[in-house]
């Protein structure tokens, strides 16, 4: 069936550090989207891509879409402590409402 | 504000009970989601319903029904619970897909223990 793979599982960094994590999806993907969980919390919504090689960005988050649209990341540049948090990216393949989600990635930043 | 609200937030069950899950959302969204969330796994898909009294499996529906009288309303039934189902169970709704605005907005999530 569809996948979407996530990696890393974990990062831990020290505040000030960057932080990358990656969604590859075994299909093309019609959209993908990105969620933050804060500890104790629900998926909260971030941005959604559907452009092949789109790149959006939110004040230091950066998101891209691949070309071939089968993979995606998040760059948050200069972490803080706020970002603390699990990130789930989510693809849609396909004409339902379903998303695949990713494993998640959660981040521990170091202050 | 979109407002997806569960019926409980801690659930303890013994084996074998009949369990209900019950999610409301408040803003007319056609499609409505039940996952389970584990260590490691991630949001893995149970059921999910894009119109009243629809339901389609998601990935891992064996061991839950669903029922969806109500556009607002989606339940979650675990027929006979099982240690195996302790777990975090988050609902979710979203406009329908072809909408454009297919965010999915999540409940707080109840956190079911089977003993």
């Known amino acids: 069936g569809q996948q979407v793979m996530q990696i890393p599982q974990y990062q831990h960094v020290q505040e000030g550090e960057d932080f990358t994590t990656y969604c590859n999806s075994s299909t093309t993907l019609s959209n993908i989207q990105w969620y933050k969980q804060r500890p104790g919390g629900h998926p909260v919504f971030l941005i959604q891509l559907v452009k092949s090689g789109e790149v959006k960005k939110q004040k230091r988050l950066t998101f891209q879409f691949g070309e071939a649209k089968k993979n995606s990341s998040l760059h948050i540049t200069a972490t803080q402590t706020t970002d603390v948090g699990t990130y789930f990216c989510?693809?849609?393949?396909?004409?339902?409402?379903?998303?695949?989600f990713g494993q998640g990635t959660t981040l521990q930043v170091k202050p | 504000d979109v407002k997806v609200t569960q019926s409980s937030r801690y659930l303890v069950k013994r084996t074998g009970e009949k369990v209900f899950l019950e999610c409301v959302q408040d803003m007319d969204h056609e499609n409505m989601f039940w996952y389970r969330q584990d260590p490691g796994l991630g949001l893995r898909l149970i059921y999910f319903?894009?119109?009243?009294?629809?339901?389609e499996k998601g990935d891992i529906p064996e061991g839950y029904s669903v029922s969806r009288e109500k556009k607002e309303r989606f339940s979650l039934i675990l027929e006979s619970a099982s240690t195996n189902q302790t777990s975090m169970y988050l609902c979710a709704s979203s406009l329908f897909f072809r909408s454009g605005q297919e965010t999915q907005y999540f409940g707080p999530g109840t956190r079911l223990l089977v003993l």
């Open positions: 319903s894009y119109d009243v009294k629809m339901k």
């Open positions: 989510a693809g849609r393949a396909g004409n339902t409402g379903k998303l695949i």
